[in-house]
């Protein structure tokens, strides 16, 4: 697994050169949220479809 340092360097250097702060502090951030929902699924800590439409619509449909 690679570190985040690594990691970050790596979405650095595949971003254009006139990349602004915005885009790299987004593309970080993504990069974070993406690893902290495999995490989860790979824990076992998620919800079903229909589970999180109940969820969200506040009905059992």
């Not at 650095?12 to 995490?39: N, R, S």
């Not at 998620?46 to 449909?61: I, M, P, W």
């Amino acid at each position: 697994m690679q570190n985040a340092k690594d990691a970050a360097r790596q979405i650095i250097d595949h971003l254009p050169e006139q990349a602004t702060w915005d885009d790299i502090m987004y593309e970080l951030y993504v990069k974070q949220k993406i690893e902290t929902g495999l995490k989860a699924a790979d824990e076992g800590r998620t919800v079903s479809h229909q589970e999180a439409k109940k969820r969200l619509l506040g009905n059992a449909d």
